[in-house]
């Protein structure tokens, strides 16, 4: 059973990272599409249960939160009930952020509803240890996810943006001016310098420009849910544990106390799970070997085996 090695499992995921799509990085590492998809799948799944796992206990003072929109397999007005129920169509990203440290502190993937922000907060607070102050944009949601998951022990503020007149004629895409905003105190005594979404709204743009699926009028869209999450999950770890910051010049994960140096692709590559071949394979080769040999009787006894 062919391997990757560790140096090509790392161009790939470096390719990932960057903002290259599948195609792309198969072109430019000559290697197949499948082989990309199943690292992605291992890389994903390994990232996410060791983010669950260490991203906790942190002592953080500032908190932004907002969510990113992208689609999967085709736009909500092209789907049909079905296909939405299997996962296509919107998706959104629901991103935490440490002000100071510019950590991610926890992700989610989901619709825009509201049970989507409860499992997103519980989450948020079941990290922390110490009280916060948190801003969110004017998302109505958040106001009932927030008291449920903190109770009355946050401080919290709403940032709400004012937006001008459409560009409609100047341009399809260009977004609306922002002509102001206004802030609300929902919980606690939050300080007025500190109300801001800018770092997270920073990091959306980070999103868009690092994995190829949230980039727009492209056809690097995501085909299925779970590529879509797989990639979430190996960018955020990539982004807290292996790329400098260069505002801070450590890694985010350093500036809060989750390791003490800057990982490398390598050691990423060390958390995914050995590949070995099951033992249906190992009998079947095990067999041929067998044949080739003459050894007749050899057949009913590997066939034996459970």
Known sequence: ???LSTAKRCQIIAALVEGNSINATCRMLGVGKHTVLRLLEDAGCACASYHDVMVRGLRVRR???DEIWAFVYGKDKNMTLEQIQAGAGSVWTWTAIDADSKLIITYML??????TAYAFMRDLASRLETRIQLTTDGHRVYAEAVENAFGSEIDYAMLVKLYGASNDGESRYSPATCIGCRTGVLSGNPDPKYVSTSYVERQNLSMRMGMRRFTRLTN?????FENHGHQVALYFFHYNFC????????TPAMEAGLTDHVWTLEELCALLPEKKP???TDRELVLKALQRGGYGEGKSSINSVP
Request: glycine residues 14%; aromatic residues 4%; hydrophobic residues 30%.
């Open 1 to 3: 059973m062919n391997q």
């Open 63 to 65: 908190v932004q939160c």
């Open 110 to 115: 989901g619709d825009r509803g509201a049970g």
């Open 220 to 224: 690097g869209f995501s085909k299925k």
């Open 243 to 250: 790329r400098v910051h260069k505002t801070l010049r450590v």
């Open 278 to 280: 099951s033992a249906r």
